[in-house]
């Protein structure tokens, strides 16, 4: 059975791979279908969109790889942890909607 914190590592590694796994996919193999809401022929610049909202999962991805390493090697930290990978996660959030903004027609 796993330990809380080994579940908290895991949910996060779990959640790194989908993040980085789709911000690679539509950022370098141009798997534009993965990017939801968006109908890419009203947009001004669609390669320059995907780009960007592939290279923010990447990003997201690689911050949630570095939550659960310090997770997993600094469990006494999981107080500060919540709150600073939730603060991360927002910024990231707010920085991919403010970048979205330019490319919209």
């Given at each position: 059975m796993l330990t809380p914190q080994l579940q908290l590592v895991a949910a996060l590694l779990l959640a790194a791979v989908v993040l980085w796994v789709l911000?690679?996919?539509?950022?370098?193999?141009?798997?534009?279908h993965l990017i939801g809401l968006f109908d890419l022929r009203r947009l001004k610049n669609p390669e320059g969109f995907a780009r960007w909202v592939g290279g923010v999962g990447l990003l997201l991805g690689s911050i949630t790889f570095a939550a659960a390493a310090l997770a997993y090697m600094?469990?006494?930290l999981n107080s500060v942890l919540g709150?600073?990978?939730?603060?991360?996660?927002?910024?990231?959030?707010?920085?991919?909607?403010?970048?979205?903004a330019r490319y919209i027609a």
């Amino acid at each position: 059975m796993l330990t809380p914190q080994l579940q908290l590592v895991a949910a996060l590694l779990l959640a790194a791979v989908v993040l980085w796994v789709l911000g690679y996919r539509i950022r370098f193999r141009r798997e534009w279908h993965l990017i939801g809401l968006f109908d890419l022929r009203r947009l001004k610049n669609p390669e320059g969109f995907a780009r960007w909202v592939g290279g923010v999962g990447l990003l997201l991805g690689s911050i949630t790889f570095a939550a659960a390493a310090l997770a997993y090697m600094r469990p006494d930290l999981n107080s500060v942890l919540g709150p600073a990978y939730t603060s991360a996660v927002l910024a990231s959030t707010a920085a991919l909607v403010l970048g979205v903004a330019r490319y919209i027609a």
